[in-house]
Nanobody, 119 residues
Framework: QVQLVESGGGSVQAGGSLRLSCTTS????????MGWFRQAPGKERERVAA????????LYAESVKGRFTVSRDNAKNRVDLQMNSLKPEDTAVYSC????????????WGQGTQVTVSS
């Protein structure tokens, strides 16, 4: 059974930082591309960042470039999202996902973790 579990969400003031982690089990992590997505109330889900299985290809949404950094540790079956200079518009439920290709589609999803940024 494939499981993806996010952690590290919370509340922070604008300009602050958070680090999200996604720990996986039940899949061949080193063969999987990983993505971070977010969805705010009333908005469509947005891909925030993605990283290829070996980490050589990294993609970011324009809205987070220069502020967010995605990384992975294949030995620990974990992918992280470092979020700096957070803005109120970053408030959303953040989820990690796994799939065969960095561009998608993503096959397995975590439950998500809430990130709230106050002004």
């Amino acid at each position: 059974q494939v499981q993806l579990v996010e952690s590290g969400g919370g509340s922070v003031q604008a300009g602050g930082s958070l680090r999200l982690s996604c720990t996986t089990s039940g899949l061949t992590f080193s063969s999987s591309a990983m993505g971070w997505f977010r969805q705010a109330p009333g908005k469509e889900r947005e891909r925030v960042a993605a990283i290829s299985n070996g980490g050589r290809t990294v993609l970011y949404a324009e809205s987070v470039k220069g502020r967010f950094t995605v990384s992975r540790d294949n030995a620990k079956n974990r992918v992280d999202l470092q979020m700096n200079s957070l803005k109120p518009e970053d408030t959303a439920v953040y989820s990690c996902a796994a799939g065969p290709l960095v561009a998608g589609p993503y096959r397995y999803w975590g439950q998500g973790t809430q990130v709230t940024v106050s002004s």
